[in-house]
């Protein structure tokens, strides 16, 4: 397992914080690889360099940019752990599952950049749209087959934000990952938030081979990290652990991480 860490948690403007500065210093913190937001950068709408918002646009970049992000991440000793559809926080509002074809657009677009990036993994979500399940099904199984034509990526739904759609815990999300049936669609776990009944281990436990990434809030010296690791091994999950933190804590995470690393893995 390696760790990894989403750009988003450092300075939003990207005019201070370029996101090349953002990889140099997660190399730099012994961090191993980076999640990269997928959203549009309303400040340039194609028209050049970054100016509003950090982040990756597959529609803003070409062969030539996606292959010098990819020879600069690799230049750093990283490698980039997943994408995140941050665009689908905005595209999905309430009652906008109409907007599904759209999103599957948008969605076939990441599949191909995530592979051009060397990512594996895709964090998606329907920001705060509802639908039937009916409707919910029909939409991830028309997105898990753009992934499958691709072949290397893996989409992973996020699993607080599955609560958003109102059809139910991530009970319901495991009932959906089998019944979409897809070895490219799986369940994006985080654990820590929000806190449900379950304690980590047990959600793993819970979600088991359907594990496709993994979010992580700051150590937190109250969880049973050996039940947590053992939890892992169990369902053999072999990708990133991804730090969503920011501020001191992308400092601290990395080295506490490292810690109980060495302790109980």
């Known amino acids: ?32 690889a980076v999640e990269l937001n997928s959203a549009p950068d309303t400040a340039t ?20 940019d996606r292959a010098e992000l990819r020879k ?10 997943s994408l995140s559809t941050t665009w689908a926080g905005t595209h999905w509002t309430p009652n906008s599952i109409e907007k599904r074809d759209s999103a ?32 919910v099904r029909a939409f991830l199984t028309e997105a898990a087959k753009a992934a499958e034509k691709v072949g290397v990526v893996k989409l992973g739904f996020e699993s607080p934000l599955w609560l958003n759609l109102g059809l139910g815990d991530i009970s319901a999300l495991v009932r959906m990952v089998d019944q979409v049936g897809s070895d490219h669609f799986g369940i994006y776990l985080h654990p820590m938030y929000p806190r ?12 088991g081979q359907r594990l496709v990434g ?30 969503e933190v920011s501020g001191a804590d992308i400092v601290d995470s990395g080295e506490a991480w490292r810690k109980i690393v060495k302790k109980y893995r």
């Open 104 to 135: 599957l657009g948008i969605l076939e677009q990441d599949v191909r950049l995530a592979s051009d990036l060397g990512a594996s993994v895709i964090l998606i979500h329907m920001g705060s749209a509802t639908g039937t399940w009916d409707e």
């Open 45 to 64: 709408q194609g028209s050049g360099r970054r100016r509003g918002t950090r982040g990756v646009w597959a529609a803003d970049m070409d062969k030539h």
């Open 214 to 243: 993994l979010h992580s809030g700051p150590i937190d010296p109250t969880l049973d990290y050996r039940a947590y690791f053992d939890a892992l091994k169990k369902v053999a999950y072999d990708g990133y652990w991804v730090f």
């Open 196 to 207: 449900g009944e379950l304690l980590p281990h047990e959600e793993i436990e819970l979600v």
């Open 72 to 81: 600069t991440v690799e230049s750093l000793g990283l490698e980039v752990s």
């Open 1 to 32: 397992m390696r760790v990894a860490i989403r750009e988003s948690g450092f300075d939003g403007n990207v005019l201070v914080w370029s996101l090349e500065m953002v990889l140099r210093r997660i190399g730099e913190l012994g961090y191993q």
